[in-house]
């Protein structure tokens, strides 16, 4: 396993796609910072009184930027299945367990950390502005806003890995990756504005989340959970039927 994973994390690192995808991100994030300074939270939500604000209203805001990361990861994940390195792997004698975990953990902590980037460059780009006269309660965002944008995010990253394992081929991996996640996004948009059912959506969880003073937000996790766990059961259903031999 721990083999497998130095694996995973080499391939990720020498990988031009994976840091373009990071690059171009952060760089999104520095020439969009400034629109937050009026608008942190929406046109409801006022204009940014701190670095804090800025952060998380780039997370609040972050549900289209998932569509570029996720089709990213299907992209990655998808040459594997279409090029079949996996079936190498599963013929040097690992376990599919060993190797569906593997890439598990390293693409959703890859990517991830690519998703964080976004709010991360904002922060860089306004420091000049609001400096960081609080800084207590500026990590204390930084720290909340990332460990639920983990798990917020993971939930739309599995949906790549489920698409990647269910059609083994990376460009109709791609395509149901980009499309379904943007209809997520859509639903969430209008779904608020015309007072549709969302708390059941991760994306609009981590916006209660972001919006909220406390650290323990039960709904976003308890959303966040189910996803993830429905997610991971179909993914490995899929990955256990794949002719990987």
């Known amino acids: 396993m721990k083999n ?6 080499y391939h990720l690192l020498k990988n031009r796609i994976y840091w373009g995808g990071s690059i171009g991100i952060f760089l999104i994030g520095l020439f969009t910072a400034e629109t937050y300074v009026e608008e ?9 009184a701190s670095l ?10 972050s549900t289209f930027l998932l569509i570029f990361v996720a089709s990213i990861l299907a992209l990655i994940l998808g040459q594997e299945f279409s090029s079949r ?13 060993n190797i569906f975990a593997a890439k598990v953990i390293s693409y959703l902590a890859a990517f991830n950390c690519m998703a964080v980037l976004y709010p991360i460059a904002g922060c ?35 949906i790549a890995v489920f698409m990647c394992c269910y059609f083994k081929c990376m460009a109709k991996a791609v395509a149901a990756t980009a499309i379904t996640t943007f209809i997520l996004s859509l639903y969430l948009g209008y779904g608020m504005m015309l007072h549709f059912p969302v708390s059941f959506l991760p994306a609009f969880q981590i ?13 976003a ?20 039927k794949c002719d990987l031999k």
Not at 4 to 9: D, F, G, T
Not at 131 to 144: S, T
């Open 4 to 9: 497998l994973l130095k694996m995973e994390k």
């Open 40 to 48: 942190v939270l929406g046109p409801a939500g006022g204009a940014a």
């Open 52 to 61: 804090s604000d800025i952060f998380n209203g780039m997370i609040y805001d």
């Open 85 to 97: 390195t996996i079936t190498q792997e599963v013929s040097a004698g690992h376990a599919r367990k």
């Open 124 to 158: 860089v780009r306004e420091y000049a502005r609001f400096g960081l006269a609080d800084a207590d309660v500026f990590f204390y965002n930084v720290i909340k806003g990332i460990l639920y944008s983990f798990a917020v995010n993971s939930t739309i990253l599995l």
């Open 207 to 219: 916006r209660e989340v972001v919006s909220s003073p406390a650290f323990i937000v039960v709904p």
């Open 221 to 240: 996790l308890f959303v966040s959970v189910i996803w993830i766990l429905v997610l991971l059961a179909l993914s490995w259903k899929c990955f256990c």
